[in-house]
């Protein structure tokens, strides 16, 4: 079971693994060397090629199994695309409920898509959307033989438009899962991600091959608060805020869960396969950090996200993606967890490093305002983004850093000096720089040297002095500050030189 999450100084900021101790599943998640071998994240690059355009809106991407190569594309309207690598994108969609689908608002309409394993034969898929004419948040089959909607879940959200959640995905084990945020608004007014009587802010697993009695749909018997009194059984995990996306490694099964977050923190959560019931903490915690007002149980256990970073960084959404195990870059990603963010862009790489913990770096960037990540049945990665309305083709490189940090920091008490030394590893001096990189939660900068730093929230800007404005090739500059902080003395884990990302020694 997950220890209790600590309230006060002891909380640990960025990055960090799962209170909860993982049972023997997880020892199935790749290690860094069966992942890709030997290429460290920040020698990695992602960029991105479109290949359509002329989407209005897209929110998803699903690929069918069944030999085609296509993608299908959700529109927030209520149609679905249908993209082939060898013809383009359709003009005519290969389904339309734009009748049966509320779109007021920027977060509500046609919100996800999943293909079931059996889809060749069945003609059948899933969809996520806010129903008219109450934007009940509702999950329903698509028979596309019959053409034909069939609502089987929904949830109440006509209070506020944002929050819907509505990612769709089966699972390992052939189950569907489903993400709805909790109910909108900000601050959880409704506490909905802490109790078990409403569907908001939750994810849930229901067994779509079959019915039971009056449901068209049969609850799993193994899920987590079957018999529980007043608790909604199809209830898989709880504590959530709006788990926009989420998808499960095809190699190990674990799920990855993107959680948008308040103002403060957005969120990565990692789960071994099989760990339904876990409380993932919102609204008492947002990322790691005690939220102000938040609904805190007595006694109550948490799971801690693996990832969190400030919106000050210049993001505002996360966008959860998936662990790479296509065949194009095995070599370079394989095994490497791939997200983004709405408005800043960055791509993200999380990696398991062996030893309960995660190698992480910024990679690249997406195009802007990136809705979805999605893979195609061989594990190759796209992505949509909301405006202008583009599909994206992912591609990975072999990229050396241009700069690298070393870190020495020296810890007392409740005080810390860090010393960085920025290394120029490029060819062609640095005239001017820009060091950027995080502190950890409850750190704030007393002084600085050789440098003018500032802070805003957890993050940090250092600008060059005059006497160190030029960093020759193979040169390298020393730079500190001195610290004050709550029980937390780990140093910076990443930085950006110049928006570049740079590698991190000692």
């Excluded at 529109?75 to 389904?95: E, F, M, N």
């Excluded at 394993?117 to 009940?136: E, I, K, N, V």
């Excluded at 997406?366 to 202008?388: K, R």
């Amino acid at each position: 079971m997950p220890r209790r999450r600590w309230t006060g100084p002891l909380l640990l900021a960025l990055l960090l693994t799962a209170l909860a101790p993982l049972p023997a599943a997880a020892d199935t998640a790749p290690s860094r060397t069966e992942a890709a071998e030997a290429v460290p994240l920040p020698s990695i690059s992602a960029t991105t090629t479109q290949v359509a355009s002329g989407l209005r809106r897209p929110t998803a991407i699903a690929a069918p199994d069944d030999g085609t190569d296509r993608l299908f594309i959700t529109q927030k309207s209520g149609s679905v695309r249908v993209y082939d690598p060898d013809t383009g994108l359709a003009q005519t969609p290969l389904l339309d409920i734009t009748s049966a689908v509320d779109e007021s608002g920027n977060e509500r309409g046609l919100l996800g898509i999943a293909v079931p394993p059996d889809f060749a034969d069945s003609q059948a898929l899933y969809l996520a959307y806010t129903a008219l004419p109450d934007a009940a948040v509702t999950v329903a089959r698509y028979r596309l033989d019959e053409s034909r909607l069939e609502p089987l879940l929904s949830q109440p959200h006509a209070e506020f438009s944002n929050h819907n959640g509505g990612q769709l995905a089966f699972g390992p084990d052939g189950n569907l899962y489903w993400s709805i945020g909790d109910g909108g608004s900000a601050g959880d007014p409704f506490r909905s991600g802490q109790r078990l009587d409403t569907l908001l802010g939750k994810i849930m697993r229901i067994d779509v091959s079959r019915t039971c009695g009056t449901l068209p749909y049969c609850v799993p018997a193994d899920n987590p608060f079957v018999g529980t009194p007043g608790a909604r059984e199809e209830i898989w995990l709880y504590g959530l805020r709006n788990p926009w996306r989420f998808s499960f490694d095809r190699a190990d099964g674990s799920m990855w869960i993107g959680d948008v977050g308040q103002g403060r923190w957005e969120e990565i959560d990692h789960l071994a396969p099989g760990r339904g019931g876990l409380n993932l903490g919102w609204s008492c915690y947002e990322g790691l950090e005690r939220f102000q007002g938040g609904d805190c149980v007595p006694g109550e256990e948490y799971t801690e996200p693996v990832f969190t970073y400030s919106p000050y960084t210049g993001g505002c959404s996360v966008i959860g993606g998936h662990v790479y195990r296509g065949r194009d870059h095995a070599g370079l990603v394989g095994g490497t967890y791939i997200a983004t963010d709405y408005c800043s862009s960055t791509v993200w790489a999380l990696r398991p490093d062996g030893s309960g913990g995660y190698e992480q770096a910024e990679i690249g960037e997406m195009p802007t305002q990136v809705t979805s990540i999605g893979t195609t049945a061989d594990g190759e990665f796209y992505v949509v983004n909301d405006l202008p309305g583009g599909l994206h083709k992912v591609s990975f490189a072999q990229e050396e850093p241009t700069c690298r940090v070393d870190r020495a920091v020296t810890a007392w008490g409740t005080g810390m000096t860090v010393d960085l030394t920025v290394t120029n590893t490029g060819d062609t001096p640095v005239n001017g720089w820009t060091l950027e990189f995080s502190l950890a939660l409850g750190q704030s900068v007393v002084s600085d040297w050789n440098t003018t730093l500032t802070q805003g929230s957890n993050t940090i800007t250092a600008v060059n002095a005059p006497h160190n404005a030029t960093i020759a090739p193979g040169a390298s500059v020393t730079l500190g500050y001195l610290t004050g902080n709550t029980g937390d003395a780990t140093p910076p884990a990443r930085f950006m030189l110049n928006g570049d990302a740079c590698a991190v020694g000692r």
